[in-house]
C-alpha cells in the first residue's frame, strides 16, 4: 500500500468515525427536544387543568 492510498483510507476511518459522533450528537440533540417539550406540554398542561377547577 503507498503512501496516498494509506492516506485514502485514513480519511475514509475518520470520515466514519465523524460520522458516527454526528448520529450521536443529532440523537442526543433530539431527546433533549422531546424532554423539553414533554416537559412544557406537562407544566401547560397543569396550568390548563388548574385554570378549569
Not at 433533549?32 to 387543568?49: D, E, S
Amino acid at each position: 500500500m503507498n503512501t496516498s492510498e494509506a492516506n485514502k483510507e485514513r480519511n475514509r476511518k475518520i470520515a466514519r468515525n465523524e460520522e458516527a459522533k454526528q448520529v450521536i450528537g443529532s440523537a442526543r440533540v433530539s431527546i433533549w427536544a422531546i424532554a423539553m417539550a414533554a416537559i412544557v406540554c406537562g407544566i401547560l398542561f397543569a396550568l390548563g387543568w388548574l385554570a378549569l377547577r
